[in-house]
């Protein structure tokens, strides 16, 4: 056995002099901010391409294990293979991996538990040049300090034997699961910004059947998932972007995301019972207005809290009312139901909604955070700092005024082409800008009838 798998790739995908990739990794997490969760994340997923493309976003991850070092011990690495043929997941034949920051010691006992998987095999050759493992290396050592490595080459496998794989070193929360995979590769910039689009809301939706167009990382992706799915674990997604957004050619990018697994809690629960009840309330209030029986009213704490919220009307796939407010002034109740009979009845770009058209249509309730004003300078700053699939934007000049929920980020996933259209919809020309123009963004909470 090889006492020691030495660094390949630095010097390439990240700095090789010591002082400079600990500044680099420093600089990079400190730019990424602290993270807004209080949960301890069991899973991450992050990209592995160069520091200076994909580094942003993987510090969004790390980011979040800023107050577990000491806590976390063991980190299990998978990422794909890029070099070598491998049928299953290969361990090294080494005892550390080595970056410039120094050694790290590989999990020997986890590796023997490993050893009766018939995927499983050893391989010094899948790991002697692979870099989606080994970028990831400096900032787990930055952040974590000390811990141990369980490095796995993913190669031709199925979800299901990675999540069997998973399942045998799933630990406590002495372990961190961290899946290295960039989304997709080398397409045109806003083609790449709907197919990466497509995948977060694949993996946000735990769907288990991500193909190799969509991420490299596929393979361990889909088996995170399944792991995910069975230990109650829900997926947040912290960036999304690709390389044109970073130091890259808009017309040959790549994707990258980053997500972090957090375990289902009770609010959790309670959270999809709120929106359970947001819905039937919305589809109740339009139900009365077309001569239908009022339903029961809902008697519940939290919706006489003031409440800011979009109700958003669908039918055969395409848009048949949306309307909503900004700003929490009244109760969420009360605001949920005004725009749900605003949407269906009073949308200035539709005819009112009728009775026959009512069944085949589908409810969609977002309720929104308090807004946030971004300090841009011009719109360069502006586009730079918008998160596509993440970001409800408000735009604000003088009389005009505009908004889009996050979900728009679907049809136009280009920063560009969102604000654009955005000052179109506030009736400004596509290219306006001005000091006086004001920015701010918000999240929503979602929820949607599976059907009419």
């Known amino acids: 056995m090889l006492a020691i798998r030495p660094a390949a790739v630095a010097g390439m995908f990240y700095p090789d002099d010591p002082i400079e990739l600990k500044q680099t990794v ?24 160069g520091y200076i493309y994909s580094g942003p ?29 491998v049928r299953g997941l290969a361990l090294p034949e080494a005892e550390r991996f080595a970056t410039p920051l120094g050694e790290v010691m590989l999990d020997r006992d986890g590796m023997w538990q490993l050893n009766g998987l018939p995927q499983v095999i050893r391989s010094a050759a899948a790991h002697q040049m692979e870099h989606s493992l080994e970028v990831q290396l400096p900032f787990l050592q930055q952040v974590l300090g000390d811990f141990q490595l369980l490095p796995l080459a993913v190669g031709e496998a199925t979800a299901a034997e990675v999540a069997e794989v998973l399942e045998a070193v799933w630990g406590g929360d002495e372990t961190l699961i961290v899946i290295s995979s960039d989304l997709s590769h080398f397409l045109p910039d806003a083609l790449a910004r709907k197919v990466d689009g497509g995948t977060v809301q694949a993996i946000l939706a735990m769907n288990s059947h991500l193909n190799h167009e969509q991420a490299c990382g596929a393979t361990p992706i889909n088996g995170l998932l399944l792991a995910a799915r069975k230990h109650g674990l829900h997926p947040v997604v912290l960036d999304v972007r690709n390389s044109s957004d970073t130091a890259g050619d808009p017309d040959r990018v790549v994707g990258y995301a980053a997500f972090a697994f957090e375990a289902t809690s009770d609010a959790d629960a309670l959270d999809s019972e709120k929106g359970a009840t947001l819905l039937k309330l919305a589809r109740s209030e339009i139900a009365s207005k077309l001569g239908e029986p009022a339903a029961k009213p809902v008697k519940a704490a939290w919706l006489q809290e003031p409440g800011a919220s979009f109700v958003t009307l669908t039918r055969q796939g395409e848009l048949r009312g949306c309307i909503g407010t900004l700003e929490a002034h009244r109760p969420l109740g009360v605001d949920v139901r005004e725009n749900a009979v605003a949407a269906a009845f009073r949308d200035p770009r539709f005819m009112p909604l009728t009775r026959g058209e009512f069944d085949d249509v589908r409810v969609e309730v977002s309720v929104l955070s308090p807004t946030e004003p971004l300090q841009v300078k011009d719109e360069s700053a502006a586009l730079a700092v918008l998160r596509p699939n993440i970001d409800g934007v408000v735009f604000e000049y003088g009389h005009y005024r505009s908004t889009f929920l996050p979900q728009v980020w679907e049809q136009l996933p280009k920063p560009a082409e969102f604000l654009a259209h955005l000052k179109r919809k506030a009736g400004l020309p596509v290219d306006f800008w001005a000091d006086q123009v004001r920015l701010s963004r918000y999240t929503v909470s979602k929820w949607k009838e599976a059907t009419a």
């Open 57 to 85: 976003i993987a510090a969004s991850a790390y980011a979040r294990l800023a107050d577990l070092r000491g806590r976390i011990r063991r980190v299990v690495l998978l990422g794909p293979t890029h070099r070598v043929y």
């Open 26 to 49: 420093t600089d990079l997490l400190a730019k990424a901010g602290a993270a807004e969760s209080v949960r301890a994340p069991k899973a991450l997923i992050v990209p592995h391409a």
